[in-house]
């Protein structure tokens, strides 16, 4: 009996340390659930756990510290792999791998661009080359110097290193080149990146000879030993430092994303500075970035899946607002009379009129498409419609856009105006219905509604089995489409990449019915009167 009631009571007591244990267990699982999960949120989660950036040698210290700390927060390995710009583009270029490419100078993204290497690219910083010497050494204060006896020159190879490219272009324009060339040959060296350079000069100078040196002025704040000497020939000439998507990469979003970190001002952009380096205005830090972006109804058919293409290769959010343009700039007057929250980071409007209506808020703009406004009847024509004077006809039904809340509005205005038809046909009676969009005003003649309506070219392409369309001959008669990033928006470089998107998107904005701007020279926003002039 005693065992028989021990047995019992053991039996009692072990469900209840089983659930105990199991709940024990889940609460470890779903731990470690949160912990991976969270840790794969904040890597984008797609399973990245490395990325390979090719780094110009004189990024070196900056960026140790900038992949320890992603490597710290995101749980992403960033393997640096360093050397000279033109080498490490050699390099690109027959082996065709990694995913990202960090220059020495613009130029060799140019290079890997046009070479099919590179994809998207961020600007980080800017250089400039200067001499450096011995912080004791008071005997070189200007280029001429260099060429002094007993001075020995370290230059980056201009065929390995962007410094060394830089060096020659700007004492070839100078005039200096020839000799410097000379002395390096005679008693210098040529070194494949700057960092050897620096290193050069620190190390071998005494026992009566001057090594001196040209780098960059970023390179120079980091060997406190040695002074930087600026001259009007080295500071002739800039280099951006950009870092650049490559089209190896496996990874595209990932690459992006730590590309947007290194280029986010309040985390990579803080430790380029901090090692001398002149930085940009970058972007917000975000793992994943939400950005509003305004345009004009007429721009939809054209944008959607140019936005979507580009928020899922960015991994980005974009919150895109389509309406009338007038509705629109008036929303983002209120909206930055309340204080700014919600303004839109990008705006790309139907016709320059209403960019200028804010250009206050916004950077300058660039035009990137254009449609015409025409007469829009039923099929046939059966009212015989052929110019803008048919309008006024007695009995004509006209629908046209109201002013206030479209720019199809504000054009069919300015083009009735023009002709002195705008007044004479509300006089009339003529005008039947004002809509808020281009798009609403093709519907009025295939419900019969109205004979006429004026909208754009683009808008009647979903219709043209039930309506014909009449071109309309006038330079009044064309609506141009501008894009231009708002000055408040702190994702000014996202923005910029997104133009640059639609840039290469000119099949999807023609098969909208668009003619393309952006490669002509026309492609500069103008005012709206200038862009009134007839076009040759």
């Not at 780098?215 to 002074?227: C, E, F, R």
């Not at 929303?331 to 016709?351: N, R, S, V, Y």
Request: proline share 3%; with cysteine; hydrophobic share 40%.
């Amino acid at each position: 009996m005693p065992m028989q009631a021990k047995a019992t009571r053991f039996g009692r007591i072990n469900p209840l340390l089983a659930i105990l244990v199991g709940a024990f267990s889940a609460v470890v699982l779903l731990c470690g659930m949160l912990i991976s999960n969270g840790r794969k949120g904040r890597s984008g989660a797609d399973g990245v756990s490395s990325l390979t950036v090719y780094c110009a040698a004189g990024m070196r210290y900056p960026m140790v510290e900038i992949a320890e700390e992603y490597e710290r927060e995101y749980g992403v390995k960033i393997n640096l792999d360093y050397g000279g710009s033109n080498v490490l583009l050699s390099r690109l270029e027959v082996g065709k791998t990694g995913d990202l490419y960090l220059a020495g100078d613009a130029s060799y993204v140019e290079k890997a661009k046009e070479k099919g290497l590179a994809a998207e690219s961020i600007s980080l910083a800017l250089m400039r080359p200067v001499l450096v010497v011995d912080k004791n050494e008071n005997s070189i204060s200007k280029i001429e110097d260099l060429l002094k006896e007993n001075v020995r020159l370290a230059i980056g190879d201009p065929d390995a290193a962007a410094v060394g490219k830089k060096t020659r272009k700007l004492l070839t324009a100078s005039g200096h080149w020839e000799q410097i060339e000379a002395r390096v040959k005679e008693t210098g060296v040529y070194l494949d990146t700057v960092n050897k350079v620096a290193n050069t000069v620190q190390v071998s100078t005494g026992k009566g000879v001057v090594w001196a040196g040209i780098v960059w002025d970023s390179t120079a704040h980091q060997y406190p030993d040695l002074a930087a000497i600026r001259t009007p020939e080295l500071d002739a000439g800039e280099a951006e430092v950009q870092i650049t998507v490559l089209k190896s990469s496996q990874a595209p979003t990932a690459a992006l994303r730590f590309a947007r970190f290194v280029a986010a001002k309040d985390r990579g952009l803080k430790t380029f500075q901090k090692h001398g380096f002149d930085v940009v205005d970058g972007d917000k830090w975000a793992v994943a970035p939400e950005i509003t972006f305004f345009a004009g109804a007429v721009n939809r058919m054209a944008l959607e899946s140019v936005i979507e293409r580009f928020a899922e290769r960015e991994g980005v959010e974009i919150n895109t607002i389509y309406n009338g343009c007038g509705i629109l700039t008036s929303q983002m007057k209120t909206i930055d009379g309340e204080g700014g929250a919600g303004f839109p980071d990008m705006f790309m409007a139907c016709d320059v009129f209403y960019l200028d209506v804010v250009k206050d808020m916004f950077l300058d703009g660039t035009n990137v498409s254009e449609t015409d406004i025409v007469m829009v009847v039923a099929k046939g024509n059966p009212l015989k419609i052929a110019t803008t004077s048919d309008l006024n006809r007695k009995g004509m039904r006209v629908a046209i856009g109201r002013p206030n809340q479209c720019t199809i509005g504000v054009l069919t205005k300015q083009l009735l105006e023009e002709q002195g038809l705008y007044a004479k046909l509300f006089a009339d009676n003529n005008i039947v219905t004002e809509a808020p969009s281009s798009a609403m005003l093709v519907p009025t003649i295939t419900t019969d509604a109205a004979d006429v309506a004026l909208a754009y070219a683009t808008d009647t392409l979903a219709e043209a089995e039930r309506i014909d369309v009449v071109l309309i001959d006038s330079a009044s008669a064309r609506a141009v489409q501008p894009y231009s990033v708002a000055q408040s928006s702190d994702y000014k470089q996202l923005g910029q990449r997104l133009f640059e998107a639609i840039s290469q998107s000119r099949d999807d904005f023609e098969a909208a019915g668009f003619r393309w701007r952006l490669d002509d020279d026309t492609a500069d926003v103008s005012t709206p009167s200038e862009q009134r002039e007839p076009q040759s």
